[in-house]
């Protein structure tokens, strides 16, 4: 064993589901470093629109349990963000009007007639149909400014700025190597995103890839234009309380590409206006680009590799704002070795096994537990 301190876990990546992660093992004691190739959250975590959807069209119905059961946390996942930080998230509940073939036959979502959506939205021109009352949304930038103060709170170590390029087994641990230097633990969980299959080493590779989003967000005429988050088949449309509406998004796949495209935008901005017409003038304040973790069956991959040891949670593609609560405590109690109260069997990484990537299992020392 090298001459180094030995982490209880680190994780890998900047975003909600790294920092959550870190959260929810250090609740259960143990030392945790965070390692993030960039600027912490200003990637997949700074880009989304922050729908908290566990109902769609594009919601595969095997990830629908684990995403309800994720919703169910959200209001107090947040609170204890707050409190932790000092910061305030924009955590809204006025719902959301959804078209008919987006939403389906789904509990607790209302069929309305022109009158009564009338009554709801006024500015909307066209009338999507149903409303899904308990359908929330929040503000991702604030919520992940939040969850790095939270972070910090709680003692978690943060080193940014150097990019982990392999994980390896060595001396019954896991060593992290990255730009500048190695690391040693435990644990290792690998929450990278789009570049998760970017690490390298003995560990399993996961066919993880980028899925490009552009997207805009507009200063609405007045404070109160839309109240509701507002989806269809072609454009989506989310309120945030200091007046902007977040108008998105594009699904390409580009790569690692990240440029803004001006006449996809364009192409929103005037879907946004067919939808509530007074968007039509409304001010371009911002348009960016980000880049979601896609999988090839579009089910993110949360649990232990093929060598004991390693994690995944990634792989969460539209979804990881939403998802971020049950990964984390699902994925901590896994690796405190306590059976999740929900199955993560489905997304297990073991699932790609067939690739012929690391299908030999490598057993570390001891099984893995955290100080109480």
């Known amino acids: 064993m090298k001459n180094m301190k030995v982490w209880d876990a680190i994780v890998l990546g900047g975003g909600r589901i790294s920092k959550n992660q870190a959260r929810e093992l250090r609740k259960q004691g143990a030392e945790v470093l965070v390692i993030d190739r960039g600027q912490p959250g200003r990637e997949a975590s700074y880009a989304a629109a922050g729908m908290l959807t566990p109902f769609g069209a594009h919601m595969p119905a095997i990830l ?74 929040v503000d991702p930038r604030m919520l992940m400014a939040a969850l790095l103060d939270a972070a910090k709170h709680r003692g978690i170590h943060i080193a940014h700025g150097s990019a982990v390029a392999e994980v390896s087994p060595e001396d019954g641990c896991l060593t992290v190597k990255s730009e500048r230097t190695e690391y040693i633990a435990q644990v290792v969980v690998n929450c990278c995103g789009a570049w998760t299959a970017t690490i390298g080493g003995g560990c399993q590779l996961l066919p993880v890839r980028p899925v490009k989003g552009q997207m805009l967000s507009l200063v609405a005429p007045h404070r109160d234009t839309l109240k509701h988050v507002v989806r269809t088949s072609e454009v989506y449309l989310v309120p945030r309380t200091d007046g902007r509406v977040l108008v998105g998004a594009t699904v390409e796949e580009a ?61 969460h593609f539209r979804n990881g704002i939403l998802l971020a609560p049950v990964t984390a405590i699902a994925m901590a109690s896994m690796m405190g070795g306590v059976a999740p109260s929900i199955d993560l069997g489905p997304f297990s990484p073991k699932r790609f096994a067939q690739t012929g990537v690391g299908s030999e299992k490598k057993a570390l020392d001891a099984p893995i537990r955290f100080a109480s």
């Open 255 to 315: 790569g690692f590409d990240k440029r803004v495209e001006p006449d996809r935008i364009q192409k929103l901005h005037q879907l946004a206006a067919n939808l509530v017409p007074d968007l039509g003038e409304a001010r371009l304040l911002e348009a960016w680009a980000g880049l979601r973790p896609g999988t090839p069956d579009d089910l993110p991959v949360l649990g232990e590799t093929d060598v004991a040891g390693y994690f995944v949670a990634a792989g």
């Open 64 to 137: 629908r349990p684990l995403a309800s059961f994720s919703a169910r946390l959200f209001a107090e996942f947040v609170h204890e963000i707050e409190d932790e930080s000092g910061k305030t998230v924009d955590l809204r509940a006025f719902g959301a009007l959804v078209a008919e073939e987006e939403l389906g036959e789904v509990a607790g979502a209302h069929k309305l007639d022109p009158a009564e959506m009338h009554a709801l939205e006024p500015c909307l021109g066209y009338r999507p149909g149903m409303h899904f009352a308990s359908e929330r949304s």
